[in-house]
């Protein structure tokens, strides 16, 4: 009996730190993965010149004008 609670308990530590693991890749990776796409996808489509486009969830803007693309309080410089 000792044996099966200590594998449950070991299961349990493992999921908790899987779920641990997503809700830290999901909550602060993510977002920057998202902002990097959208102002490489602004910044290819605009070059130097003054362009404005709206993000995937056409909530934000992303404003291009001289090379540089701002998204969210991100800024790229397009090259």
Not at 4 to 26: Q, R
Not at 27 to 32: D, Y
Not at 37 to 46: D, G, R, V, W
């Amino acid at each position: 009996m000792k044996e099966a609670t200590g594998e449950l308990n070991m299961t349990v530590i493992t999921v908790v730190a899987i779920a641990a693991l997503v809700a830290f890749f999901y909550l602060v990776i993510w977002p920057a993965i998202q902002t990097g796409m959208a102002l490489q996808s602004a910044c290819s489509s605009a070059g130097n010149s003054t362009m404005t486009f709206k993000d995937s969830d056409n909530k934000d803007t992303i404003k291009c004008s001289g090379g540089i693309c701002e998204y969210n309080g991100t800024t790229k410089e397009c090259k």
